[in-house]
């Protein structure tokens, strides 16, 4: 099965508001990395984390290894957060697994 | 730092014909990673060398798909007798090694007509 798994698949917000993005995983981690990615555009890493809570501005990403997760939370949105949200998951084995993805709309 | 360099960044190719794809690491960086990215397949692990060796392929079609690294300062992809569902932006990635970040490059965009 999906070894990484993002929710939401996608989702619409008005410009403010707070986005929660999840990723859980089923396989052991070695490091968790979150990516952003415009449409048509490269993939920008957002966060390195392989373990605890990272801030970046309004980006807070937060890694609980023994839950299987990690969640990558947007504080009062702005149309330009537009685009997809991936997280990738290096495991034990240093496979480098991505999931799905959020794609992450913001309404003006 | 000019961060990881893909070369060309647009390829259209004639069905048959064969590509081939170019990525330039981050100096110093001993891994490097090739990916597909497709609307329908999202990302798709291919390959990735270690110090220049191959370590894992195990994404990579076999029968018309190969890499290399034969120095550490690039690596290509070759496709041969490329198909239309070769299309795609093939995306290449390096890192210090394991346990750290890694970071892309911008992408070869392929479309095989």
């Known amino acids: 099965g999906q070894q990484v798994q993002q929710s939401p698949a996608s989702l619409v917000l008005q410009e403010g508001e707070n986005a929660e993005l999840q990723c859980n995983f089923s396989?052991?981690?070695?490091?968790m990395q979150w990516f952003y990615q415009r449409p048509g555009g490269s993939l920008v890493s957002l966060f390195y984390?392989?373990?605890g809570t990272k801030h970046s501005g309004r980006l807070t990403s937060t890694t609980v290894i023994k839950e299987r997760r990690s969640s990558l939370h947007i504080s009062s949105s702005q149309t330009t957060d537009s685009g997809t949200y991936l997280c990738?998951?290096?495991?034990?084995?240093?496979?480098?697994?991505f999931g799905t993805g959020t794609r992450l709309q913001v309404l003006p | 730092n000019a961060g990881v360099i893909q070369t060309p960044r647009h390829k259209v190719t004639g069905k048959g014909q064969e590509a081939t794809l170019w990525c330039e690491p981050i100096?110093?960086?001993?891994?490097v990673f090739w990916y597909r990215q497709t609307i329908v397949q999202g990302l798709e692990f291919l390959t990735y060398?270690?110090?220049?060796?191959?370590?894992?392929d195990s994404g990579m079609p076999k029968e018309r798909f190969s890499a290399q690294m034969p120095n550490q300062s690039h690596s290509t992809l070759k496709i041969q007798s490329t198909q239309p569902q070769d299309s795609a932006v093939y995306l290449c990635?390096?890192?210090?090694?394991?346990?750290?970040?890694?970071?892309f490059g911008s992408g070869t965009r392929l479309l095989v007509i």
């Open positions: 990635a390096s890192s210090l090694g394991t346990n750290s970040d890694y970071t």
């Open positions: 396989t052991s981690l070695n490091s």
């Open positions: 984390n392989p373990s």
């Open positions: 990738a998951l290096e495991s034990n084995t240093n496979k480098v697994v």
């Open positions: 100096s110093g960086h001993s891994a």
């Open positions: 060398f270690r110090n220049q060796a191959p370590i894992d």
